[in-house]
């Protein structure tokens, strides 16, 4: 399968700081990249879908002035969270969707990122 | 609203046994259905695609699809310790976009 990688695998901060989350398409140009969240023994909750080039669309309930999406190339998306807060913390998660990679429609997980505000 | 269901178990089997997990689908115009296998603490990864009706074989995983019922299952055999972890579905939406189910959760005993 395809490789996506993920910066940091786990980051502490201080309540009110800023975090940036790094995803990377290693093996394929993604002009389309998820952003999950995922709460401790909890499923996946899509947060957005970043797009290349143009403003990420963000689920109903997510703030998008708190969770910032930049994806400026096409192996490259962002997710910065924003004056942190520890409601915050979680596991975040990027996927990329295949395109010219079988199986059609799969989506490829980065490692994910631990975020712990305190 | 768009929904996977899943049992969130934990389902749990003795080692050797058949393991058999169960999804269904609300959206009729989901063509593409997936299994992720997610160990506590990491993200998931991709065990089984399917897109037609029937069984589809790899290793010791079966994924059936009924698409009349709206029904996807994945079967384990011969399971393991190490086949322990939280089993997610998910069905091809729009945008391609995954809808997930909960996941269930699988206990496998040596």
């Known amino acids: 399968g395809a490789v996506v990688s993920q910066h940091p695998s786990r980051v502490i901060c201080k309540s009110g700081t800023s975090v940036k989350i790094e995803c990377r398409s290693l093996?394929?140009?993604?002009?389309?990249m998820f952003w999950y969240r995922q709460f401790p023994k909890q499923s996946l909750m899509l947060m957005a879908t970043?797009?290349?080039?143009?403003?990420?669309?963000?689920e109903q309930g997510v703030e998008k002035d708190k969770f910032l999406i930049n994806h400026a190339s096409l192996t490259l998306s962002t997710l910065t969270v924003t004056s942190a807060h520890p409601e915050d913390s979680s596991f975040y998660i990027c996927?990329?969707?295949?395109?010219?990679?079988?199986?059609?429609?799969?989506?490829?997980f980065g490692p994910g990122t631990r975020l712990t505000v305190l | 609203q768009k929904e996977v269901e899943q049992n969130s178990g934990p389902l749990s089997v003795p080692e050797g046994a058949i393991a058999s997990l169960n999804c269904t689908y609300s959206?009729?115009?989901?063509?593409?259905f997936f299994w992720y296998r997610q160990y506590s603490g990491k993200s998931p990864e991709l065990i089984m695609s399917?897109?037609s009706n029937g069984d589809k074989e790899d290793g010791r995983f079966t994924a059936q699809l009924n698409k009349a019922s709206q029904y996807v299952s994945l079967l384990i055999r011969d399971s393991q310790p190490s086949d322990s972890a939280t089993y997610l579905c998910?069905?091809?939406?729009?945008?391609?976009?995954?809808?997930w189910g909960l996941g269930t959760s699988l206990a496998v005993n040596p």
């Open positions: 996927s990329v969707p295949a395109t010219s990679l079988p199986p059609r429609d799969t989506q490829y």
């Open positions: 093996d394929f140009q993604a002009t389309t």
């Open positions: 970043s797009n290349e080039g143009s403003k990420a669309t963000y």
């Open positions: 959206d009729r115009v989901s063509q593409s």
């Open positions: 399917i897109y």
């Open positions: 998910g069905a091809g939406g729009n945008n391609r976009k995954l809808i």
